[in-house]
């Protein structure tokens, strides 16, 4: 279920504010299924009524608190690359919230907000790939993104099962690199 709308009553606000501030603070420091709309009401200091006026449930604070904070971490205006660093070092930064929140259905709807965020930049380095290379070749442009999508989605889900590996945001940063330098490396071939 989608997050109710939000108001334009500043109270209302505040205490939306509240709750996802109490959502998240617990996500950080708890597994989500041992959170309850109680422990955010009562972490937040909003009523259980006021919390059902903003969220449907407990899921849809946790991915409204979670989806605040990540737009938080990225600027919009950055270029591809950039946003792609930002959001991966989104979840360096939060591990634990990403620990806590797998497997709930919370995470599913993170992870598709995630994917929402990352697709246009996977989009626009295909695009900028493949006009480096001359002739497109057969593999249409929505497939090299859904690709280069589910690469960096991998790649976070490896570093997040193997503490101490190479953290995302810097194998983002060396894949795009290598890509950057066989699509230079085609294109002059050709």
Known sequence: MA????????????????????????????????????????????SRPAFYLHFTDRDDAIVAAVVDRLDE???????????????????VDNMECYRNLYPSLASQRCAEVFR???????????????SGVNGSGSVSADTLTTFLLGGFMEILAAWAA????????EQA?????????????????R
Do not use: N, Y
């Open 3 to 46: 997050s109710r709308s939000a108001s334009l009553d500043p109270r209302a606000e505040k205490a939306r504010g509240e709750l996802k501030a109490a959502a998240w603070r617990l996500t950080l420091d708890r597994r989500v299924e041992t959170i309850s709309v109680s422990d955010i009401v009562r972490l937040s200091g909003v």
């Open 73 to 91: 971490a990225v600027d919009v205006d950055a270029g591809p690359q950039e946003v792609i660093a930002a959001l991966m070092g989104f979840v």
């Open 116 to 130: 929402s965020r990352l697709r246009p930049q996977c989009e626009e380095i295909v695009v900028s790939l493949r």
């Open 162 to 169: 193997s503490p101490g590996a190479v953290p995302p945001d």
């Open 173 to 189: 940063s060396t894949l795009l690199a290598g890509l950057t330098q066989l699509a230079e490396g085609r294109g002059t071939r």
